[in-house]
């Protein structure tokens, strides 16, 4: 019950911390808009970890194991989340999703240019690639048990809401392309044939 508690604290603050309201405040101030994001990623990281540390010591008992016939889907699974992680980082500017580009823009006094808008790569497939491998893998790592079902349920129902918070703040912020975009590419899951991009 407190590892559940504490996932759900966790997704609350991580979406906090994003939301439009704190990003507009950390906008603000020069020094609140260089180092938000990397302090923001720091957060992240160093409150995920013990969290996972908690919740893999817990007591386990197995309510589902991928063994046998099935250790083919869940690989399959996985290489669908292998090839969709790939392709986020060669489209992804990591400097600036984690905030480093940000913090050196602020420590040498430019202005930080705007992401441009592109949907080349693995972003002609599915518009969130990390979402939608962030699902299988989800549910593919290790056996399901009795302790980690919770999270399991709640890090798949944050992801979701995620995805569509994230849409929502796209299609305001990049306006008619994004939602030309979005009539052309499946949100989370790849099923468009090719030719039909």
Not at 128 to 152: E, K, M, Q, V
Not at 163 to 168: D, I, M, P
Request: aromatic share 14%; hydrophobic share 50%.
């Amino acid at each position: 019950m407190l590892v559940t508690l504490l996932w759900l604290c966790w997704c609350a603050l991580h979406s906090l911390l994003i939301s439009s309201p704190v990003n507009a405040w950390a906008q603000r101030s020069s020094l609140r808009r260089g180092t938000f994001r990397l302090a923001y990623s720091l957060f992240a990281a160093c409150t995920l970890l013990p969290l996972l540390w908690l919740q893999w010591s817990l007591p386990q008992q197995v309510i589902f194991s991928w063994s046998g016939w099935l250790r083919l889907p869940q690989a399959l699974l996985l290489l669908y989340a292998l090839l969709l992680l790939v392709g986020g980082i060669q489209v992804y500017d990591l400097s600036y999703l984690i905030g480093i580009r940000q913090w050196r823009s602020w420590r040498q006094g430019t202005e930080l240019p705007p992401l441009p808008f592109t949907c080349g790569g693995v972003l002609a497939y599915v518009r969130h690639p990390w979402y939608s491998a962030g699902l299988p893998i989800l549910w593919t790592i290790g056996p399901i048990t009795d302790a980690n079902l919770p999270a399991r349920l709640i890090l798949t129902l944050y992801l979701l809401v995620g995805t569509l918070l994230e849409e929502r703040k796209l299609r305001r912020e990049l306006g008619a392309p994004y939602r030309s975009y979005c009539r052309r590419v499946p949100m989370l899951f790849p099923w468009k044939s090719l030719n039909n991009q």
